[in-house]
């Protein structure tokens, strides 16, 4: 539906331009553009403040921002409930910002946002200017998973906000893909990426990479025991995988419940005490 719309509309401005010369019907064009870039910024009100973000980069961004509050709220409920003022954060498969945003958001709480899509990383980088929080999210354009290396990582849509990108292998959770562009990426194990530059274990994961989060836990392995909880997307063949083995080796117990809320998609792992 959304599609058919903006080839009407397209198709309006063409007919209403037609009349001009070219440089002015160029000219005008672009004042339509530009009008439609400033009021593409969507204010999302939340129990922790006011976010903001470029809503008109794309129809799944847009369709992002839309669903904030309802797309995962087990997500919302998890960040409220157990991430703490003085506490850190890996978003390991950040896409835009929404999570690592409101996370951050009010509160004394350090993100690394890791988002190894240029496409969905240049848009990060606005919204995080956007949102004046520079300080408190650190945007990492690299990806994680179970070695230290240049890889390729497989892009299976040219749009930003799109997900189901692959590292590696041009294949998801759910099936292999015909990539429509290959990026160059710098990959860690997340052991060494704290080794390398010197940083604390996080107190908490959000871990949503599209099929390759039992990669990425196994490249934690000495990280793990450190962290408090974790959040983890389990879809397709992930499921009955090598997650739960991974994480109850390092000491979690997955927290009863939290798979049947919200997107169902989620699990929540909880540290043994």
């Given amino acids: 539906m959304s599609r058919t719309v903006a080839k009407i509309v397209h198709g309006l401005i063409d007919v209403a331009t037609l009349p001009l010369n070219k440089r002015q019907r160029e000219k005008t064009i672009a004042r339509i553009s530009q009008d439609i870039g400033r009021k593409s910024i969507r204010e999302v009100a939340t129990a922790r403040g006011n976010l903001y973000f470029h809503a008109m980069k794309g129809p799944l961004i847009a369709s992002a921002i839309e669903r904030f509050h309802t797309d995962e709220p ?67 354009c690299v990806a994680l998973g179970d070695a ?31 990539p429509v562009f290959t990026q160059a990426i710098p990959a ?34 000495k990280m793990l025991p450190q962290v408090k909880t974790l959040t983890v997307e389990v879809e397709g063949q992930n499921v009955g995988g090598g997650i739960e083995a991974r994480l109850a080796k390092a000491g979690f117990t997955e927290e009863p419940g939290h798979r049947e809320k919200g997107s169902k998609r989620n699990r929540l792992y909880v540290r043994n005490v």
């Avoid at 052991?191 to 996080?202: G, K, M, N, S, W």
């Avoid at 599209?210 to 490249?219: F, M, P, R, S, T």
């Fill in 188 to 221: 860690f194990t997340a052991d060494d990426f704290c080794r390398i530059f010197q940083l604390r274990a996080p107190d908490h994961i959000k871990l949503d990479v599209d099929g390759i989060e039992d990669l990425i836990l196994a490249g934690a392995e």
């Fill in 148 to 178: 230290t290396k240049l890889d390729n990582l497989h892009v299976g849509e040219f749009s930003a906000g799109h997900a189901s990108n692959a590292l590696g292998k041009a294949e998801t959770q759910f099936q292999g893909f015909k």
């Fill in 74 to 140: 087990e997500t919302l409920e998890w960040i409220d409930n157990f991430i703490k003022p003085g506490e850190t954060l890996w978003d390991i498969g950040a896409n835009i910002g929404l999570y690592a945003l409101y996370a951050a958001l009010g509160r004394d709480i350090t993100v690394y946002a890791f988002e190894p899509s240029g496409l969905n990383f240049g848009l990060l980088i606005e919204h995080i200017q956007m949102n004046d929080m520079g300080s408190c999210v650190k945007p990492l």
